[in-house]
Every structure is written in C-alpha cells, then in structure tokens.
C-alpha cells in the first residue's frame, strides 16, 4: 500500500511565497513561489530527509491549501459556478439532439434545423449520422 501524507501549504503575507510542511514528517519543509513549485520541493525535501528518492516519488501527496476564509468562499463559489455549467451543457446537449431528431422526422433541412436550434450546420449533421448508427436504430430497423 502507499504511504500517504498530508502537506499543509501557507502563504507568507509579506513575501508572497507559499510555506509547505508534511504534517507526518515535521522535518519535511520548504517554500515555493507558487504551491506548484512548493508542491514539487516538498518531494525533493522527503527525498533529503528519508535519502530514498524512490520513496519521496512514490508516495501520495494530499494537498491542504490553508486559505483565508474570504478566498475559500470566492475559489468554493467558482468551483460551483463551472459544476453547473457543465451539468447545463449536458442537459442543453440531450435537449439539442432530441430537437434534432424532432424536426428531422419532419423533414427539415439540415440548414433550418441548425438555424432554429442556434447551432452550426456541421453539429446537426453529426447527431443525424449518430442517430442513424446508433444500436437502438439499427435495432428499429431490422
């Protein structure tokens, strides 16, 4: 199994550099200019300290960012802002390839129908050439 620790990383106020500390090997600690470079140090620092660079590479690293509260709320509230877009976009995607193969069984030109739906011609082609290959089609039609 692999050995997993925690790494706490702070950002020095007055520097602007970011302090990160192993919390199950106090003597593991260094600092970055960003938490990507101390995240990488970190590594180079359980190296020195354990001599084993195989070790040091190996192990799972679980990052705590500690963050002012202000921060954690703004970083919380983008998060969820992108979580929603995405569950939109696959919702307007069903949606979409439903209308599509409406206004297909009613004959409409590829042109109409991408002008209607608000998408571009060669994206309705592509649900029309899905819905003709898909299994269940294949399965209507034999």
Known sequence: MRKR?????????ASGWWTAQVK?????????????????????????????????????????VKLPAKVRRAVAS?????????????????RVRA?????????LSLRDTADLLGVRRQYVHQVRRQSLTSPRRAAKRA
């Open 5 to 13: 620790l925690t790494v706490d990383y702070e950002r020095d106020q």
């Open 24 to 64: 199950e090997e106090p003597g593991a600690i260094t600092q970055g200019r960003t938490v990507a470079e101390a995240r990488r140090r970190i590594r180079k620092a359980l190296w020195a300290l354990w001599d084993d660079k195989v070790a040091a590479e190996a192990v799972e690293i679980r990052d705590n």
């Open 78 to 94: 983008s998060l969820q802002a992108f979580s929603e877009r995405d569950a939109a976009q696959r919702t307007a995607k069903v």
């Open 99 to 107: 209308a599509v193969r409406v206004l297909q069984q009613e004959r």
